[in-house]
C-alpha cells in the first residue's frame, strides 16, 4: 500500500512539474533581471542567490534591494514588504478547502508565488485528493528552483550578457509586467474583472504620478478588491 501511495506521488508530482515548465518563461528572465539588478545595488552574488531562495517573492525582492541601495530605514523596508506580500493573506484561504490534512502544506507555502497560486487553484479542484499534495510539490519545487537559477545566472553573468546583447538590458526590466499582464489578460472576459483590474490600473497610476511608488500597489490592490467586493455584492 505505501509503495502504491509513494508511486502515485510521484507521478502528481512529475505532472505538477511538467505543468508549471511554462511558467519558467516569465522566471528565467525576471530572475536574471534581479541578479543584475541586486549585484548593481551593492549585493554580492551570493547575497542575491540567498535572498531568492529565502525571501522568494518577485516583485518584493527589487523593492527589498532598491530600498536598502537608496538608504531606506530597515523598519520602512520590512513594513512596505509585508504590505506588497499581503495579497497571499487572500490566497491562502482560497486554496484551504482544496488542501489535504498532510503537515506539510504549512512549509509548502513558501513556494506559493502568484503564478502557482493561479496554476493550483485551477488545477487542484480537478485532481484527486491524494494527488494535490505532489502535484503542488512538484510545480513549486520546478518554479523555486528556476527562480533560484536564473538569479545565479544574473548575479554572476548578466553583465557580461548585457555587454554582449545589450538588448536584454532593456528588455528583461519588462519581463516580470508580462508575466503578470498575461495571467491577468484572461480575466478581461468578465465586465466585473475588468472594473476592478481597471481601477486598480487607474489608482496605482495616480499614485505613481504623484511619485507615491512604494504606497501605489498596497493601494491600489485595496482600491481594486474594494470595487470587485463591493459590486459583487450589490449585483
Known sequence: MSQQVATSNYHSSLLGARESIPLLGG??????????????SGFSSWEAVAISTLVY??????????????????????????????????????LAPWLSTSRLWPWLMHGLTDQIFALAHTRLPQLPSADRLGWFIGAMLVA??????????GAIAGKELTQQWPLLGDVMPFALPALFLVLLAPRFTSWLWSLA?????????LFTLMGMTNAAIPVAA????VVFFGMGALR
Not at 528565467?28 to 548593481?40: D, E, K, M, R, T
Not at 518577485?58 to 506588497?84: C, K
Open 27 to 40: 522566471y528565467i528572465p525576471v530572475a536574471i533581471s534581479f541578479g543584475l539588478i541586486a549585484l548593481q
Open 197 to 205: 483590474l481597471g481601477c486598480t490600473a487607474v489608482v496605482a497610476l
Open 144 to 153: 523555486w528552483f528556476s527562480w533560484i537559477g536564473g538569479t545565479a545566472v
Open 222 to 225: 485595496v482600491a481594486g478588491a
Open 57 to 94: 517573492a518577485g516583485a518584493s525582492q527589487f523593492l527589498f534591494v532598491a530600498m536598502i541601495a537608496s538608504g531606506a530605514p530597515l523598519w520602512f523596508v520590512v513594513v512596505m514588504t509585508l504590505l506588497i506580500n499581503a495579497r497571499h493573506v487572500v490566497y491562502g484561504p482560497n
